[in-house]
C-alpha cells in the first residue's frame, strides 16, 4: 500500500472534510483518505492507496471547491 500526503487549501469545516473524504475515497484505487483539518491555512490530507494518480486526486479535490496546493509526501 502506497502511500500519499497532500496539502489542500479553502477547508474551513466538518462539511468540507467530509466532501473531500467522499470524493477522493470514490476514485479508483484508493483505499482510506484522513483529514488533519486547518481552517486557517493548508489542510493535510493522507491518502492510502494501490495506484492512485496524483492528477486524479487533485481533480476530485478541484471539483469540491478545493485546491490541492502541494504534495508533502509520497511514498
Ligand atoms: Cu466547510
Do not use: F, W
Request: aromatic fraction near 2%.
Amino acid at each position: 500500500m502506497a502511500k500519499l500526503v497532500v496539502d489542500v487549501s479553502g477547508m474551513t469545516c466538518n462539511h468540507c472534510v467530509q466532501s473531500v473524504t467522499t470524493a477522493v475515497e470514490a476514485l479508483d484505487k484508493v483505499q482510506s483518505v484522513d483529514i488533519e483539518l486547518e481552517p486557517k491555512g493548508n489542510s493535510r490530507v493522507t491518502i492510502t492507496h494501490d495506484g492512485a494518480e496524483l492528477g486524479d486526486v487533485a481533480s476530485a479535490v478541484s471539483a469540491e471547491g478545493y485546491t490541492l496546493e502541494a504534495v508533502a509526501e509520497q511514498s
